[in-house]
């Protein structure tokens, strides 16, 4: 699945245009903004009440696959629960294929369905993502999405091969569905053979000591302890050579069988020895560093590790699958809230400000865009039993997305099923907060699209990540900088608080802001009173009787937490 790149030549009417940007399919779409060949659709003369109307198509290509890109008013799931149809005439013919608005048709896919068929003079055939080479971004809903496909592919119907001119049309197959282009005949396109793609620069090898290797790898239903399943694991982490390791999946083997398993991979050396920890039913973590506390996060764990003069939260996570919507949401929102605790300082881990958080894992992101974001962004959907939004990065911005990209390829997929009905996508994240830390290298570790070198000089065989798993082991080198000390600053402040009937009195040493949070996380009615050196009262819910609070004071960026019964 080696992809490569090269310029294009648009046919619109009478003129050419040459093209020449690169495309990648990882949900990004800003290489979409640059010299590629783009379309505009009339709005509002789609199927409204299906939220399908399209309005810009952009097409792209490289010597192996064609890239298109589209857009609509509404939001969906481009894998689920729509009528939206790809159709291409493959040899600028009419007379060949299906006749469908002014083009002949040799091929269709349908997005929604997650099939297509292939026409031909000997007959139809049905074709499948696995055929075609099919990679579609985003996983979760959106109003834009990207896709490629081979250029040439082999199914049931033989051999089909895109001609050197092509016509492309969208339609939304359903009663009053929108096409693009309304008028008859498609998108016409050349391909232009004459660029390579150039794959984006990887290093299987860390490039410094210095550079601290994370992977994140859901070896599927315990293959990790399948004896005949374990030679292309050691190779594959021989490889990578990682200093922490996340794991998912692991249901039968507990967190110390299976860094026993790593030892006999990658065997302790000048004291680096392999540590571990585990949260039930499948999270394992081994690190060559010491796991010092866990927390368990529904199925997610969160281990604090200590890294010498810094310690690192890294949050491993096992989403639920496929459409069960409300629980991964849950899930999402309960991992947040636990991140809002260590940035108020309220968390059970009692970490200094800036102590960098990695989460990871396999996030299993199909459905909805708000799970995602929520991860991201702070935006937690269920305030009332997690607590309020938050910016989860210490310099009060999201979370950054390290977006692996596969190994010498176009795309960012960490999961692979030729087998299955869905095609490849990302489901797998590493994010991290990026005030504190920066990535210096990044992939997902795809040995099919590896070079006969990269293979020897990796120790790999070109089946091995098929074979081991259908998830790709993703990796993220980062360096960790910034001020994280170990022991609390010399400028912690000195509060006081207590008690008297319903008022809280408050005191502190210096100016600052106060809030007040039950041990959930939340954020009680007191809150942001600014404090001037000496008592003040704070009013609070008298529905506090009883409770653990967690009072917290900043000043600048020193900050202090206390519990306090009320």
Aim: overall charge negative; charged content about 20%; aromatic content about 10%.
């Amino acid at each position: 699945m080696k992809a490569g790149f090269i310029a294009l030549i648009l046919v619109f009417v009478t003129m050419p245009f040459v093209y020449s940007q690169q495309v990648l399919i990882d949900d990004k779409f800003t290489d979409w903004n640059g010299n590629v060949a783009s379309f505009t659709d009339k709005q509002g003369d789609g199927n409204l009440s299906r939220k399908i109307d399209f309005t810009d198509i952009k097409i792209s290509n490289d010597q192996q696959f064609l890239y298109l890109y589209f857009d609509i008013t509404g939001e969906l799931n481009i894998q689920e629960n729509n009528s939206i149809s790809v159709y291409i005439d493959t040899d600028n013919n009419s007379s060949t294929g299906i006749f469908k608005s002014g083009i002949g048709a040799d091929m269709v896919y349908n997005l929604g369905p997650r099939s297509g068929r292939v026409y031909k003079s000997t007959g139809t055939k049905v074709i499948f993502h696995n055929e075609v080479g099919l990679i579609t971004a985003p996983t979760v809903t959106s109003n834009r999405f990207e896709l490629r496909m081979l250029r040439e592919f082999t199914s049931d119907a033989g051999l089909t091969t895109m001609g050197p001119t092509i016509k492309v049309l969208f339609s939304d197959e359903d009663v009053a569905g929108d096409k693009a282009p309304d008028a008859t005949g498609g998108y016409t396109y050349t391909f232009d053979n004459g660029r390579q793609f150039s794959p984006l620069p990887f290093s299987i090898k860390k490039s410094s000591p210095d550079h601290l290797r994370i992977i994140s790898y859901n070896v599927l239903k315990d293959n990790l302890f399948i004896t005949s399943l374990q030679p292309p694991f050691k190779r594959i982490f021989q490889a990578l050579d990682p200093d922490i390791i996340g794991l998912c999946e692991i249901y039968n083997r507990t967190s110390a069988q299976t860094a026993a398993l790593i030892e006999s991979f990658l065997p302790s050396t000048g004291g680096r020895k392999w540590y571990h920890s585990e949260v039930n039913p499948d999270i394992r973590i081994v690190s060559r560093y010491p796991v010092i506390d866990k927390k368990a996060l529904d199925g997610n764990g969160a281990f604090l590790l200590d890294l010498g003069s810094k310690k690192l939260i890294y949050i491993m996570t096992h989403l639920p699958c496929c459409d069960n919507e409300t629980d991964r949401q849950d899930e999402v929102d309960n991992i947040m809230s636990f991140v809002r605790s260590v940035r108020y300082g309220i968390s059970s881990f009692q970490v200094p400000q800036n102590t960098p958080v990695v989460i990871a894992g396999d996030m299993n992101l199909v459905g909805l865009k708000q799970q995602q974001q929520t991860l991201i962004t702070g935006n937690i959907q269920n305030n009332t039993t997690y607590g309020p939004d938050f910016l989860p990065d210490w310099d009060d911005t999201s979370l950054e997305d390290v977006v692996p990209v596969a190994t010498n390829n176009s795309a960012t997929f960490t999961w692979y099923n030729e087998s299955g009905t869905y095609s490849a996508g990302r489901l797998d994240y590493i994010l991290y907060t990026g005030s504190v830390m920066s990535v210096k290298n990044s992939f997902g570790l795809w040995s099919r699209s590896l070079t006969d070198q990269q293979l020897s000089s990796a120790g790999l065989f070109r089946e091995d990540i098929e074979t081991a798993s259908d998830h790709l082991p993703i990796v993220a080198d980062f360096q960790v900088f910034g001020t994280v000390a170990s022991e609390e600053p010399t400028n912690t402040p000195d509060i006081k608080a207590y008690w008297a009937g319903d008022n809280l009195i408050f005191s502190a040493d210096q100016s600052g802001t106060v809030a007040l949070y039950d041990v959930s996380g939340k954020e009680l009615s007191c809150f942001d009173y600014k404090v001037s050196q000496g008592p003040i009262i704070v009013e609070c819910d008298a529905s506090t009787s009883g409770q653990i609070l967690i009072l917290t004071f900043r000043s600048g960026t020193a900050v202090k937490s206390i519990k306090i019964l009320r």
